[in-house]
């Protein structure tokens, strides 16, 4: 009755099947040659064997095969286990593993997974790439970082952040720039070679269905070409700055000079001319007002020229 249930089939149809009937064309050579190694000892058990139901559905079963001698004949006794919810949830499980493994390696921030004790779980390659390492040097680091018990982490004075993440919070760190080569040297690396880089990271605890922390994840993105433009935007904005000071210093020194211009030049050539006009009298001769008027006018010109001059230099 279980077999016939597990194939959809009553007991009398199934016994007037045969094993073709009960297996996916594409998969009888690879089904024959299990039953056979079974029948002769060579296998005790096939997983997942491929198996069709009465309505044409792959489901999939643990067979183990074996001979049964009696006084009517020697028969071939077959033991289906239906794992195709299993097997489902293998794949799935599967395919998860794979998405989150692409994923993480294709991702360009870098990505560390620790254990709860601190020390390194996985990284990807944006990882590795960051620290300037080659896949040897990350197995080292792998064995040999823990992010608890890192030395310019509590240096820079942000472990107690750190360790607020591996019991149980999500944190953001501030940005730090950070030396991978002194890290890398703390470890007794031989040769260590590494850059400074400003990191800005998000760290957040994985937990399981008992809510016990199983993992934390850090992920650091490099953002020293940012921090590095906005050094150049601060520092184009203090020239800026420097530049208004001294605009406005020159306009006020050129306000300097025009007005001691005009007071020198323009100032004493009017003062001068009014002072001749009211020197001028009836009593002169017609050529000694005539001299005078010429050298009014003289001063006038003077003056008109040095105004002009004023305006031009405005």
Same mark, same amino acid.
């Given at each position: 009755?279980?077999?016939? !249930?597990?194939? /959809?089939? =009553?007991? &009398? *149809?199934?016994?007037? @099947?045969?094993? #073709?009937?009960?297996?996916?064309? $594409?998969?009888?050579?690879?089904?024959?040659?299990?039953?056979?190694?079974?029948?002769?000892?060579?296998?005790?058990?096939?997983?997942?064997?491929?198996?069709l139901?009465?309505?044409?559905?792959?489901?999939?079963a643990?067979?183990?095969?074996?001979?049964?001698?009696?006084s009517?004949?020697d028969?071939?006794?077959?033991?289906?286990?239906?794992v195709?919810?299993q097997?489902?949830?293998?794949?799935?499980?599967?395919?998860?593993?794979?998405?989150?493994?692409?994923?993480?390696?294709?991702?360009?921030l870098?990505?560390?997974?620790?254990?709860?004790?601190?020390?390194?779980?996985?990284?990807?390659?944006a990882?590795? !790439?960051?620290? /300037?390492? =080659?896949? &040897? *040097?990350?197995?080292e @680091?792998?064995? #040999?970082?823990?992010?608890?018990? $890192?030395?310019?982490?509590?240096r820079?004075?942000i472990?107690?952040?750190?360790?607020?993440?591996?019991?149980?919070?999500e944190?953001?760190?501030?940005?730090?720039?950070?030396?991978?080569?002194?890290?890398l040297?703390?470890?007794?690396?031989?040769?260590?070679?590494?850059?400074?880089?400003?990191?800005?990271?998000?760290?957040?605890?994985?937990k399981?269905?008992?809510?016990?922390?199983?993992?934390?994840?850090?992920?650091?993105?490099?953002?020293?070409?940012?921090?590095?433009?906005?050094?150049?935007?601060?520092?184009y904005?203090?020239?800026?700055?420097?530049?208004?000071?001294?605009?406005t210093?020159?306009?006020? !020194?050129?306000?300097?000079?025009?007005?001691?211009?005009?007071?020198?030049?323009?100032?004493q050539?009017?003062?001068?001319?009014?002072?001749?006009?009211?020197?001028l009298?009836?009593?002169?001769?017609?050529?000694?007002?005539?001299?005078?008027?010429?050298?009014?006018?003289?001063?006038?010109l003077?003056?008109?020229?040095?105004?002009?001059?004023?305006?031009?230099e405005?």
């Open positions: 009755p279980s077999a016939a !249930k597990m194939f /959809g089939y =009553t007991q &009398e *149809e199934l016994c007037q @099947l045969g094993v #073709k009937d009960i297996h996916p064309p $594409d998969s009888l050579e690879m089904v024959f040659e299990e039953f056979e190694a079974q029948l002769k000892g060579e296998r005790n058990f096939a997983y997942a064997l491929p198996c139901t009465r309505e044409q559905k792959i489901i999939y643990n067979v183990s095969a074996s001979k049964l001698s009696t009517e004949g028969f071939s006794v077959g033991f289906f286990t239906d195709t919810v097997r489902e949830a293998e794949r799935a499980l599967l395919e998860s593993e794979e998405k989150f493994r692409n994923l993480m390696e294709q991702s360009p870098a990505v560390q997974i620790s254990w709860p004790d601190g020390s390194i779980n996985r990284t990807n390659e990882f590795r !790439k960051l620290w /300037g390492l =080659t896949k &040897e *040097e990350i197995s @680091l792998h064995e #040999k970082y823990n992010t608890r018990q $890192d030395k310019q982490l509590k820079l004075g472990m107690p952040l750190i360790e607020k993440a591996f019991k149980g919070e944190i953001f760190l501030p940005e730090i720039l950070y030396d991978t080569q002194e890290t040297e703390n470890l007794d690396f031989n040769d260590p070679k590494g850059n400074k880089h400003w990191i800005k990271t998000h760290l957040y605890p994985i399981d269905q008992h809510n016990q922390i199983i993992n934390i994840v850090h992920i650091e993105e490099d953002i020293t070409e940012k921090k590095q433009a906005e050094n150049r935007i601060t520092e904005q203090q020239r800026l700055r420097d530049l208004a000071t001294e605009l210093l020159a306009e006020e !020194k050129q306000r300097r000079i025009v007005a001691s211009d005009l007071h020198d030049d323009v100032g050539l009017l003062a001068s001319s009014r002072l001749e006009i009211a020197a009298s009836g009593k002169m001769e017609k050529q000694e007002i005539l001299n005078k008027m010429k050298s009014i006018s003289s001063g006038l003077q003056a008109i020229q040095a105004t002009r001059n004023a305006i031009f405005l």
